[in-house]
């Protein structure tokens, strides 16, 4: 309630200062129009009163100032009129100088001296000295800083520059004299009260742009002053501010020229300064410098600005002992980007910056979300430039700074790592370079703290699994050995993975090692000398070992479809000792493991599925494997399921190729064997349902006896095809809920089909032509 009282006092006398100049501004203006000047000079006398106030804030002053500053422009037309008042500028400048108080007096002083300079009627330099010492009569902070905020604005343009009007030989003023004055007037408002930033900073940005203050002028005069003030006044935040001032209006190439000096100033500011920022900007002004032009890179080699800007950061860090740690890293961070965008081919500073990093962190607690992110944004940023992790590997302290971070961010850091890999499509090509890799994600691929699986968010672990998954497949060489040491390598980590994250990570390398058994497919494996070269056989060894891994930790299913994947690898590689191997660990799975009976369905179809395709097995391992098959096939819990898985058994006695199996026979025998299980599972429907139900199981047999018909199958006539039909179309008659054939559309568009081959002719519809639908 104070505070908001206080705020409405100063309001309700910010209203009396502006009405008052308002007020005064009129008559003042009456005044001028009327060529009075002894009426002007009191009415302007009595406005600028209303500026003697001590009742404002900074802010609140301001905003009087600038009522008063708005008039003063219009007083300083009339002055310069001289036909209108009728009094030389001289007398004019001794005239205002006997106002009755000292603060509207200097404000018209500096009015008529800005006349005074513009009409060269005396030596320039010296009214700007007479100026800047007038107005040392006032010291209240407020008051001070913006009568002489008031003198810089009026005499900017009016400064003995090189190239100005106001140049000139003797004792006119030259560069020396502008530069001089504008020192001297910076130094006076900073002693007056250097924490109104905006005013103060003013006299710098004008320093700035006098066109004589050249690079030697700047490192002899002007920042060695600047920097004496600035570490004199001993006031953190002004300090700060003029830090920020220096960094901002000068150019980049006078910085880059006084590295040194400028860096040197640091250690010897306030303990409480915020020097990390200031350093940052620094940096980050070279950096831009560097990026925007390309010439001026060796001038960064000359001055050594990577060795000046490092010492620098290391000597504030000792002096600020008590320096906040994300204060220190983000130091590193600005360090890193300036070194990434100027010197982006030394991999050596890079990693110096790194191992600097990892000692300011050793020892230190567990680091805070704010220090985190700048050591997320310290590791990203090689990452970012050189869109290439295979660089980044090659940075010995990279993973250093990763063991710093909690487990969690290890693996945001992580899933970057791995996104720019993919994203980049960065092929990892050695097994050194491997191990480092998963050193870095290994909060992905382990358990890096106490934390359970439970815990994890299902979604979360699934993305971050696969992943690593797809990440395997980056991981090549074309070299077989070396790829071989590569799967070792990324084995021995993934292993680590527990059995939650083996289902995720055990595909992928169990599938870049058949990729590499295809390449060395034809090697028996057979070679003798002193190192035993990379043959499938040893391939397949280490792929037995993997999946049996998988099988133990709950995913039966998962490991029989990898075992037959091996297989049919095998087969290609002609390894009939190997396959059968694989074919057995299946089945082993399938009687041992799997209990679920969608489960055993889905897998007996892979097992046929796969088997079928197999040339390499003689007689008796072939009749081995398809026995078993077809005798789990009829153990299916489910009639329809069995009947399916039979008639599917089928393909394994007869392959579509020049020197496959065709044996009639047994095909015939698989399909009636699967007719009567379908003729059993229509009679429990009947006692279940009370209806036959759907003849869906008689149609897809009736599909299979044409397809064999249509092969050529001795076995398979037209006869019994004819016979099928009859079966079904009597089944279906016999069920009250469907009179008609055409309510099953299945068995209606198989006849259509045997219809169409009819009337297309040829050898397949003379075969077709006896039977009758």
């Known amino acids: ?12 006398w910010l209203a009396e200062g502006i009405a008052g100049v308002q007020h005064h501004a009129f008559f003042m203006h009456r005044a001028l129009d009327d060529n009075n000047l002894r009426d002007a000079l009191k009415y302007s006398a009595l406005m600028l009163s209303e500026l003697r106030t001590s009742r404002l804030s900074p802010h609140k002053y301001y905003e009087l100032y600038m009522r008063a500053f708005d008039e003063l422009r219009r007083l300083e037309l ?3 009129d001289e036909s209108r008042h009728g009094i030389p500028v001289f007398d004019l400048y001794e005239l205002v100088q006997h106002a009755g108080n000292i603060l509207p007096r200097l404000y018209l002083l500096c009015t008529v001296g800005s006349v005074y300079l513009r009409c060269k009627d005396a030596p320039v330099k010296d009214v700007l000295k007479d100026l800047v010492e007038m107005c040392r009569a006032v010291q209240h902070p407020v008051r001070g800083l913006f009568l002489r905020s008031y003198l810089a604005q009026i005499s900017k343009d009016k400064l003995p520059d090189i190239g100005s009007e106001y140049e000139g030989e003797g004792d006119s003023g030259n560069v020396m004299d502008a530069v001089e004055f504008v020192l001297q007037n910076f130094m006076e408002m900073n002693k007056l009260w250097v924490r109104l930033q905006h005013q103060v900073g003013k006299n710098l940005h004008i320093l700035s742009q006098i066109e004589g203050v050249d690079l030697e002028i700047y490192k002899d005069t002007v920042l060695p002053s600047v920097l004496e003030q600035v570490v004199n006044c001993k006031d953190d935040l002004a300090q700060f501010y003029l830090m920020e001032c220096i960094i901002q209006v000068f150019p980049d190439e006078y910085h880059l020229q006084t590295l040194e000096t400028l860096l040197g100033a640091y250690p010897q500011l306030q303990s409480t300064v915020d020097i990390k920022t200031i350093l940052s900007q620094l940096m980050d002004r070279l950096s ?6 390309a010439e001026v890179l060796p001038e960064f080699l000359q001055v050594e600005a990577f060795t000046k800007l490092s010492t620098a950061i290391g000597r504030v860090i000792e002096a600020q002992a008590d320096i906040p740690i994300v204060g220190a890293i983000s130091l590193h961070v600005s360090l890193l980007t300036f070194t990434l965008r100027v010197h982006p081919d030394r991999l050596d500073y890079v990693d110096q910056v790194l191992g600097s990093c990892v000692k300011k962190l050793s020892g230190k607690p567990k680091l805070d979300n704010r220090a985190t992110k700048q050591v997320v944004a310290l590791l990203s940023a090689p990452l970012d430039k050189y869109n290439d992790i295979v660089t980044a590997l090659t940075l010995s302290n990279y993973p250093r700074v990763m063991d710093h971070l909690d487990n969690q961010t290890n693996k945001v850091m992580a899933m970057l790592i791995i996104q720019s890999i993919m994203k980049n499509n960065t ?41 690593v998954a797809r990440l395997i497949h980056m991981l090549h060489n ?16 993934i292993m680590r993975g527990g059995p939650r994250r083996l289902p995720f990570t055990v595909p992928s390398l169990i599938f870049s090692a058949l990729r590499l058994v295809r390449q060395l497919q034809g090697q028996d494996g057979d070679v003798v000398g ?7 056989k040893k391939i397949f060894q280490l792929l037995n070992e993997i999946i049996e891994a998988l099988s133990s930790v709950s995913c039966p299913e998962l490991a029989l479809r990898l075992y037959l994947q091996c297989a049919e690898a095998a087969n290609d590689c002609d390894l009939e000792p190997v396959a059968y191997e694989f074919f057995t660990e299946a089945f082993v799975l399938y009687e041992e493991e799997i209990a679920d009976s969608k489960a055993q369905v889905t897998a007996i179809h892979l097992i046929v599925g796969t088997l079928q395709r197999m040339n390499v097995f003689g007689v008796e391992n072939r009749d081995t494997l398809t026995h078993k098959a077809t005798g789990y ?18 393909h394994l006695f007869w392959v579509d190729d020049q020197d496959g199996i065709k044996d009639g026979e047994r095909v015939l025998l698989c399909l009636k064997r699967a007719l009567r299980i379908a003729n059993a599972a229509q009679q429990m429907a009947n006692v279940a349902r009370g209806s036959s139900g759907p003849v869906t199981l008689f149609v897809e047999i009736l599909n299979k006896y044409i397809y064999y018909f249509e092969k050529g ?34 068995f209606t568009s198989t006849l259509r089909y045997i219809q169409f081959q009819k009337q297309k002719g040829g050898i397949l519809g003379e075969k077709y032509e006896s039977i009758k639908v």
């Open 78 to 80: 009339f002055f310069k």
């Open 478 to 493: 074309n070299d077989p050995e070396e790829m071989f040491k590569i799967i070792c390598s990324v084995k021995k980590h």
């Open 633 to 650: 096939s009829a153990k299916l819990l489910k009639k329809p399921d069995q009947c399916r898985a039979v008639y599917a058994c089928s």
């Open 288 to 293: 831009n410098y560097a990026a925007s032009n």
């Open 1 to 12: 309630m104070i505070l908001a009282d206080g705020i409405d006092d100063e309001d309700k």
């Open 530 to 536: 002193e190192e035993v070269p990379t043959t499938p």
């Open 713 to 746: 199958n001795p076995q398979i006539t037209s006869a019994t095809i004819q016979g099928l039909i009859e079966l079904i179309t009597t089944e279906i008659q016999g069920d009250s809920t469907s009179a008609l054939p055409a309510s099953d559309p299945f």
């Open 427 to 467: 092929l990892i090509s050695t097994a050194d370079k491997v191990e480092v890799l998963f050193e870095l994600i290994k909060g992905l691929i382990t358990d890096l703290d106490d934390t359970t699986l439970d815990e994890v968010d299902e979604e979360d672990f699934s993305e971050e699994q696969n992943s």
